[in-house]
């Protein structure tokens, strides 16, 4: 299988870096934080105030959270013209950056020990049909946030969500949703990784009133204090905010371990499918060859990608991608009888550039490979990214090696 990978860059040469970084701090775990409640604080808990619940007037009950009040901005009375408002109590968490946003009124922000906390009153991005339950309106909230798989925020493309995954949402009652979303995240700033344990909740605290919490939680942010954090945000918004140290790291190592992030200058940055790593048999320094297992024979298949420029070649690569004919011939003749049905197209543009695909079967001693041959042409490299697999396997090579055209950053 490794033969049939070097048999498409045998028009050429190859090879990689690998480095797995292990960066990961959490300290405190959700089940930890939950076992010790005696009869004590079940009696207390009793007195605690609530979202939308009955006001409990002078409460210092908390340690984390200070007591403030939003206003929410509802319609004309048409009867009088004065607009309608309706004030909430709620409990921000206490810190150098928390308080109610004076820009956005119905609206507070914090970050602390490693918690990002935001609350929000009728939030403009959230339907407001009354006649639409609160799990449909979360859905349609968390899939506006989320959008498909590209893991990028709508309207916000310089944050990133590697590695997402995305809970379904939970009814809470005949009034409230949560759901949850994890993801690993890239800090610029101390250049290392961290996971991000994100919860959602929405709760309709009177027809005309929602209330949208958000909660992020930064594995590479956490202190000692966090545990008692959650629990008094958990107590007051009556929901719970999904955190597992243990769960984080597992994520983390796992991502990196997939990751292997390259040394190799312009060398293709993706995420492959859970399960893929490095072929550390055949990669070397310009040539990089991922598959299952990081085994491309036990596999039966596997995707390579190499930079044409750090090995030398330049102009005359640039002919053979402007000419489909010459590079028709130029395929046919380096692998002679052993390539079946071989057709060139132009695939349009991807992350490498104006590319230029080629499709054949390799035949060799009766075993039958598919094999997709990509030439990229960017503004200043060029790539070349070939899929292979043994005809009898089930999978789809080549649906991982579009998704890489696709999403792919070139580094």
């Not at 309207?155 to 995954?165: F, I, N």
């Not at 490095?278 to 040539?287: A, F, M, P, Q, V």
Request: hydrophobic content about 35%; glycine content about 10%.
């Amino acid at each position: 299988m490794a033969g049939c990978l070097f048999c498409g860059m045998a028009l050429m040469g190859c090879g990689p870096m690998g480095q797995l970084r292990n960066v990961a701090r959490a300290n405190v775990d959700t089940k930890d934080r939950r076992e010790e409640n005696t009869e004590d604080e079940d009696k207390a808990a009793a007195k605690i105030p609530v979202l939308g619940g009955d006001a409990v007037e002078g409460y210092e009950g908390f340690s984390y959270l200070h007591e403030d009040s939003l206003t929410a901005y509802m319609e004309e009375d048409a009867e009088n013209g004065r607009i309608k408002r309706k004030t909430v109590t709620v409990y921000i968490p206490e810190g150098k950056n928390s308080g109610k946003n004076g820009e956005l009124s119905g609206t507070a922000s914090a970050d602390v020990f490693g918690v990002s906390f935001y609350f929000s009153l009728n939030p403009y991005d959230i339907s407001d049909d009354k006649k639409e339950p609160a799990t449909e309106k979360l859905q349609g909230y968390m899939e506006k946030t989320y959008p498909g798989s590209s893991g990028k925020k709508e309207g916000d493309g310089s944050r990133d969500y590697e590695d997402l995954e995305v809970s379904g949402v939970r009814g809470l009652g005949q009034d409230a949703a949560s759901a949850t979303a994890k993801y690993c995240r890239w800090n610029a700033e101390k250049e290392e990784y961290s996971v991000i344990y994100a919860t959602y909740y929405l709760k309709e605290l009177e027809p005309d009133v929602l209330a949208l919490l958000e909660v992020e939680i930064d594995s590479g942010e956490v202190t000692s204090k966090t545990p008692e954090l959650l629990k008094e945000l958990e107590a007051f918004y009556e929901v719970s905010l999904e955190w597992n140290s243990s769960g984080a790291q597992e994520k983390l190592e796992d991502y990196l371990s997939r990751k292997e992030e390259k040394k190799i200058p312009g060398m293709i940055e993706f995420q492959f499918p859970k399960g893929w790593k490095i072929d550390e048999n055949y990669s070397g320094e310009e040539l990089v060859i991922y598959a299952p297992g990081g085994d491309s024979d036990g596999a039966g298949c596997g995707i390579a990608i190499t930079n044409l420029d750090a090995m030398g070649y330049t102009g005359e690569i640039f002919d053979w991608l402007e000419d489909g004919e010459y590079l028709e011939t130029f395929i046919q003749e380096g692998l002679g009888d052993h390539a079946d049905g071989l057709t060139v197209q132009d695939y349009g543009t991807t992350c490498i550039g104006e590319t230029t695909l080629a499709k054949f079967v390799y035949n060799e001693a009766g075993e039958m490979v598919d094999c997709q041959l990509y030439f990229g042409k960017g503004s200043e490299s060029m790539y070349l990214v070939v899929a292979i697999q043994f005809q009898w396997l089930e999978m789809n090579t080549f649906e991982v090696a579009e998704e890489l055209l696709e999403k792919g950053k070139v580094e």
